[in-house]
Nanobody
């Protein structure tokens, strides 16, 4: 499956952005989908994950209550709604797919089989 992330940009602190991840070449409903981010000089970190059917989600503590992950399998897309954004949210955001059932291991980047190209998010103070 090929993944294409989009929706990044520049936003002021307190603002909102919605990222999209479009899938092609496969049935997205077969994949656990995650969002990760990587700031300059830092390791890639987990942001959120959603189960194949969308009924289960899990978030990093740093974004819990501010970000919402969702999916529309019919549209072959996964989304990340980001609200009350902070400068610390500045990073390149990546979506990723893995064919196994969602478990706690899906906070680890190495578990995922497929990655999108990333979209830059910059939050100004």
């Amino acid at each position: 499956v090929q993944l294409q992330a989009s929706g990044g940009g520049l936003v002021q602190a307190g603002g909102s952005l919605r990222l999209s991840c479009a899938a092609s070449g496969g049935t997205i409903g077969r994949y656990t989908m995650g969002w990760f981010r990587q700031a300059p000089g830092k390791e890639r970190e987990f942001v959120a994950v959603i189960s194949r059917g969308g009924s289960n989600t899990y978030y990093a503590d740093s974004v819990k209550g501010r970000f919402t992950i969702s999916r529309d399998n019919a549209k072959k897309s996964v989304y990340l709604q980001m609200n009350r954004m902070k400068p610390a949210d500045t990073a390149v955001y990546y979506c990723a797919a893995d064919h196994t059932i969602m478990t706690t291991i899906h906070i680890t980047p190495g578990v995922y089989e497929y990655w999108g190209q990333g979209t830059q998010v910059t939050v100004s103070s």
